[in-house]
C-alpha cells in the first residue's frame, strides 16, 4: 500500500515570468512562453517547479550541513569495511548516525542519507553511468560528481543510476493562472472565471461581475466589457488579494484578455565578446506580469517498503525551509533581466 498526501501550492508572481518553449514564434513576439494546448492559458509547468525546488532545496542542505558532513573517504572506508561497498546498507544501519561531524538543527537534515549530499545532487545527473552504491563517490570525465541516489533530495525527487532508478516521492502539478492582474480606469484589478476558479458562477456572455456590481462598464485592459452585477467572492486574503479587486469574467473570454494583456519587452542581444549589441539582435519576449497569482498541487507518496525513504513530513518541512529561494532567485528564463521572481505563499503540511 502507498498512500498520497496533497498539498496545495499557491504562488505571486513578483516579477514577471518567463518560462520559455524554445524557440516558437507568435506573431511579433520571437520568445513565447508555455501554455495549456486546450485553453492557451499560459502556465508554469510541474516540470519547472520540480527542477527548480529541487535545486533550492539542496542549496538549502548543503548551506546548512556542509560543516556538519564528515570527508567522504570516511564514509567510503566504513562502507568497504563494513557492509561490502553496499552503501544504503550503512544508511539504514546503526552507525551511520555517529558519523556526523555535529548533529543538523533539523529533522529533516539528519536523514542519514545526506551525510554524503551535494548541491550536484540538484540538475542535471553527470554520473548517471555510475552504480547506485558508487553513485556518492563517482566523478564524469569533466570531474563532476552527480545525483548521489541517497540523501532527502534524491529521494524525495527521484534519480536513474545505471542499476536503480527512483521516481521519487514527490508530484508536481503544472501551476496553473487563478487570478490575473489587468489595467483598467479604476485601477490594477484581478481577473478570474468560474472554470479557473472550479465554481459555478452564473455570468452571461460578454459580461463581468465585480463586487460592488454597479460601475456599469469597465475596462479590462482595451477590452470595455459591461457590469452585470454584483459576485460574492470573499475570503481571498489567502491570495493577498482583496474581495473588491476581483473580477469575474465569463470562461469564453479569459483566456483572450489574458492573452492580451501579457507582459511583452523588447531587449537586445549582447555580444559577450565585443559587450556591444549584436547586429539585428533586437527581440521581444512576453511574460506573466507580477502580481498574477497560480495555483497547483505537489502529491507526496510513501510507498510501501520504504524504511529507508525519508519521511514525508520531514520532505514537507524541506520544502517549506527551502521556499524563499524563490523570491530571490526565481524561475524560467531570463532571470537576470528581472524576469522570474515568485513568493510561495502559505506552508506546506
Ligand atoms: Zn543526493
Not at 138 to 152: A, L, P, Q, W
Given at each position: 500500500?502507498?498512500?498520497?498526501?496533497?498539498?496545495?501550492?499557491?504562488?505571486m508572481a513578483t516579477?514577471?515570468?518567463?518560462?520559455?518553449?524554445?524557440?516558437?514564434?507568435?506573431?511579433?513576439?520571437?520568445?513565447?512562453?508555455?501554455?495549456?494546448?486546450?485553453?492557451?492559458?499560459?502556465?508554469?509547468?510541474?516540470?519547472?517547479?520540480?527542477?527548480?525546488?529541487?535545486?533550492?532545496?539542496?542549496?538549502?542542505?548543503?548551506?546548512?550541513?556542509?560543516?556538519?558532513?564528515?570527508?567522504?573517504?570516511?564514509?567510503?572506508?566504513?562502507?568497504?569495511?563494513?557492509?561490502?561497498?553496499?552503501?544504503?546498507?550503512?544508511?539504514?544501519?546503526?552507525?551511520?548516525?555517529?558519523?556526523?561531524?555535529?548533529?543538523?538543527?533539523?529533522?529533516?537534515?539528519?536523514?542519514?542519507?545526506?551525510?554524503?549530499?551535494?548541491?550536484s545532487c540538484a540538475?542535471?545527473?553527470?554520473?548517471?553511468?555510475?552504480?547506485?552504491?558508487?553513485?556518492?563517490?563517482?566523478?564524469?570525465?569533466?570531474?563532476?560528481?552527480?545525483?548521489?541516489?541517497?540523501?532527502?533530495?534524491?529521494?524525495?525527487?527521484?534519480?536513474?543510476?545505471?542499476?536503480?532508478?527512483?521516481?521519487?516521492?514527490?508530484?508536481?502539478?503544472?501551476?496553473?493562472?487563478?487570478?490575473?492582474?489587468?489595467?483598467?480606469?479604476?485601477?490594477?484589478?484581478?481577473?478570474?472565471?468560474?472554470?479557473?476558479?472550479?465554481?459555478?458562477?452564473?455570468?452571461?456572455?460578454?459580461?463581468?461581475?465585480?463586487?460592488?456590481?454597479?460601475?456599469?462598464?469597465?475596462?479590462?485592459?482595451?477590452?470595455?466589457?459591461?457590469?452585470?452585477?454584483?459576485h460574492n467572492i470573499?475570503?481571498?486574503?489567502?491570495?493577498?488579494?482583496?474581495?473588491?479587486?476581483?473580477?469575474?469574467?465569463?470562461?469564453?473570454?479569459?483566456?483572450?484578455?489574458?492573452?492580451?494583456?501579457?507582459?511583452?519587452?523588447?531587449?537586445?542581444?549582447?555580444?559577450?565578446?565585443?559587450?556591444?549589441?549584436?547586429?539585428?539582435?533586437?527581440?521581444?519576449?512576453?511574460?506573466?506580469?507580477?502580481?498574477?497569482?497560480?495555483?497547483?498541487?505537489?502529491?507526496?507518496?510513501?510507498?510501501?517498503?520504504?524504511?529507508?525513504?525519508?519521511?514525508?513530513?520531514?520532505?514537507?518541512?524541506?520544502?517549506?525551509?527551502?521556499?524563499?529561494?524563490?523570491?530571490?532567485?526565481?524561475?524560467?528564463?531570463?532571470?537576470?533581466?528581472?524576469?522570474?521572481?515568485?513568493?510561495?505563499?502559505?506552508?506546506?503540511?
Open positions: 500500500m502507498s498512500t498520497v498526501k496533497i498539498n496545495r501550492i499557491i504562488a516579477d514577471p515570468i518567463y518560462v520559455g518553449t524554445g524557440g516558437f514564434t507568435i506573431g511579433r513576439v520571437d520568445n513565447t512562453i508555455v501554455r495549456d494546448p486546450i485553453t492557451r492559458i499560459p502556465k508554469i509547468p510541474g516540470s519547472s517547479m520540480a527542477g527548480t525546488w529541487r535545486y533550492y532545496m539542496a542549496l538549502e542542505l548543503v548551506s546548512q550541513i556542509k560543516e556538519k558532513q564528515p570527508h567522504l573517504n570516511d564514509i567510503k572506508n566504513e562502507s568497504d569495511k563494513s557492509f561490502d561497498g553496499k552503501i544504503n546498507q550503512f544508511i539504514q544501519s546503526d552507525k551511520c548516525d555517529s558519523f556526523w561531524k555535529t548533529k543538523a538543527d533539523k529533522e529533516w537534515q539528519k536523514y542519514c542519507g545526506n551525510l554524503i549530499a551535494k548541491i540538475g542535471q545527473d553527470e554520473t548517471s553511468q555510475a552504480n547506485i552504491e558508487n553513485a556518492p563517490f563517482e566523478k564524469n570525465k569533466e570531474n563532476k560528481s552527480g545525483h548521489c541516489g541517497h540523501c532527502i533530495v534524491c529521494k524525495a525527487f527521484g534519480f536513474s543510476k545505471n542499476d536503480l532508478s527512483n521516481q521519487g516521492m514527490l508530484f508536481f502539478s503544472d501551476l496553473s493562472i487563478l487570478f490575473f492582474p489587468v489595467y483598467t480606469r479604476l485601477g490594477t484589478k484581478w481577473i478570474t472565471s468560474p472554470k479557473l476558479l472550479n465554481k459555478e458562477i452564473d455570468i452571461a456572455e460578454n459580461q463581468i461581475k465585480t463586487s460592488k456590481g454597479d460601475e456599469r462598464h469597465l475596462n479590462l485592459g482595451w477590452l470595455n466589457l459591461e457590469v452585470s452585477g454584483k470573499s475570503d481571498v486574503e489567502k491570495y493577498k488579494l482583496e474581495a473588491k479587486n476581483i473580477i469575474i469574467v465569463p470562461d469564453s473570454l479569459i483566456s483572450q484578455i489574458i492573452n492580451s494583456n501579457l507582459e511583452v519587452r523588447t531587449s537586445v542581444s549582447i555580444d559577450p565578446i565585443t559587450g556591444a549589441a549584436k547586429d539585428k539582435a533586437l527581440f521581444t519576449s512576453e511574460a506573466i506580469p507580477r502580481g498574477t497569482i497560480f495555483c497547483g498541487e505537489v502529491r507526496g507518496f510513501n510507498r510501501e517498503g520504504g524504511n529507508s525513504l525519508p519521511k514525508l513530513g520531514d520532505i514537507w518541512r524541506a520544502l517549506n525551509d527551502s521556499k524563499q529561494y524563490y523570491q530571490s532567485l526565481g524561475i524560467g528564463g531570463m532571470t537576470t533581466r528581472g524576469f522570474g521572481r515568485m513568493e510561495i505563499l502559505g506552508e506546506l503540511s
